[in-house]
């Protein structure tokens, strides 16, 4: 009767192994990988699309065949030669990273300002700073054409730069990123002798790179991305921006080339894919931040 027992038992334990060895090579959530699959396919589809398309002539787009053109190299020339989309990525490169390096510093800050010292009114500051966040550059636009222009500031560098520094969306991520730190760091800080500022970059700055980083990342993007303002303050090319530069692409033909539209915009999205791929890991846990940390 054991004996019967134990090759039961022995056969049971061999055909749990057997239909396990047959479903061993799924994941265990297998479903939410073909969910988390077919995602990527609907969102990726447009870049390979527009990847497609910027190789081709009109003639073959409207083919609609999803193979690599033959016009690649004269979309290339036309988008970089002829309408000079490399000089408008440098201008862009430049105004952005002059203004995602000088908003953060200035939010750095103004940061610390406002959780470290103690004047008259702070709230009030803070306030008002807030409510900046519900005001969009568009409603301001015509206030800021006009100041801009009587100062001598227009078709420059300093139109595109200046009125872009403050942050308030900074100037909140670190004020609540600093007021989670302990205040014992700030005063061990104190009794060294350490002035505000030796405070905030020899201490809160090494602390502080997840924030960083993540708002190096809007902010880049953001500017990168601006239009309507540079379409506004800047007449010629010189200093033009990579958005306005595109729009170039889409009008100046009677009859519109989607080869080079598509690749002017491919090349284009380079700059802030690069950004965001070096920046990604700060940029996840940058708003996570938390007391522990």
């Given at each position: 009767?054991t004996?019967?027992?134990?090759e039961a038992?022995?056969?049971?334990?061999?055909a749990?192994?057997?239909?396990?060895s047959?479903?061993s090579w799924?994941p265990r959530f297998?479903?939410?990988h073909i969910?988390?699959?077919?995602?990527?396919?609907?969102?990726?589809?447009?870049?390979?699309?527009?990847?497609?398309?910027s190789?081709q002539?009109?003639?073959?787009?409207f083919?609609?065949?999803f193979?690599?053109?033959?016009?690649?190299?004269?979309?290339w020339?036309?988008?970089?030669?002829?309408?000079?989309l490399?000089?408008?990525?440098?201008?862009?490169?430049?105004?952005?990273?002059?203004?995602?390096?000088?908003?953060?510093?200035?939010?750095?800050?103004?940061?610390l300002?406002?959780?470290?010292?103690r004047?008259?009114?702070?709230?009030?500051?803070f306030?008002?700073v807030l409510?900046?966040?519900?005001m969009?550059?568009?409603?301001l636009?015509?206030?800021?054409?006009?100041?801009?222009?009587?100062?001598g500031w227009?078709?420059?560098?300093?139109a595109?730069?200046?009125?872009?520094?403050?942050?308030a969306?900074g100037?909140f991520l670190f004020?609540?990123h600093?007021?989670?730190?302990?205040?014992?760091?700030?005063?061990?800080?104190?009794?060294?002798?350490?002035?505000?500022l030796q405070?905030?970059?020899?201490i809160?700055?090494?602390i502080s790179?997840?924030?960083?980083?993540?708002?190096a990342?809007?902010?880049?993007?953001?500017?990168?991305?601006?239009?309507?303002?540079?379409?506004?303050?800047?007449?010629?090319?010189?200093?033009?921006?990579?958005q306005?530069?595109?729009r170039?692409l889409?009008?100046?033909?009677?009859?519109?080339?989607y080869g080079?539209?598509?690749l002017g915009?491919v090349?284009?999205?380079?700059?802030?894919v690069?950004?965001?791929?070096l920046?990604?890991?700060?940029?996840?846990?940058?708003?996570?931040l938390?007391?522990?940390?």
């Amino acid at each position: 009767m054991t004996s019967l027992s134990q090759e039961a038992i022995h056969e049971q334990s061999q055909a749990i192994a057997r239909a396990s060895s047959r479903t061993s090579w799924l994941p265990r959530f297998w479903y939410a990988h073909i969910v988390l699959i077919i995602s990527c396919i609907i969102i990726g589809f447009p870049l390979f699309y527009a990847m497609i398309v910027s190789t081709q002539t009109n003639a073959e787009v409207f083919r609609y065949q999803f193979m690599p053109g033959s016009s690649f190299l004269e979309n290339w020339e036309k988008v970089m030669v002829e309408r000079n989309l490399g000089q408008f990525m440098l201008n862009s490169v430049f105004i952005a990273v002059t203004v995602t390096v000088g908003k953060t510093i200035l939010a750095l800050m103004s940061g610390l300002a406002f959780v470290y010292f103690r004047f008259p009114g702070k709230w009030i500051v803070f306030g008002f700073v807030l409510l900046t966040l519900m005001m969009p550059t568009e409603i301001l636009v015509i206030a800021l054409f006009r100041f801009v222009n009587a100062i001598g500031w227009g078709n420059t560098y300093l139109a595109l730069i200046v009125p872009f520094l403050a942050s308030a969306t900074g100037t909140f991520l670190f004020r609540q990123h600093f007021a989670n730190i302990p205040a014992e760091l700030s005063e061990a800080a104190q009794l060294d002798g350490a002035n505000p500022l030796q405070f905030l970059f020899r201490i809160l700055v090494p602390i502080s790179w997840n924030a960083i980083g993540a708002l190096a990342v809007i902010q880049f993007v953001y500017v990168w991305n601006m239009y309507l303002w540079p379409v506004l303050i800047i007449q010629g090319s010189e200093r033009q921006v990579v958005q306005v530069g595109l729009r170039s692409l889409a009008g100046g033909d009677a009859a519109l080339s989607y080869g080079p539209l598509m690749l002017g915009a491919v090349i284009a999205s380079i700059p802030p894919v690069v950004v965001f791929i070096l920046l990604q890991r700060q940029f996840m846990s940058g708003f996570a931040l938390s007391r522990d940390k």
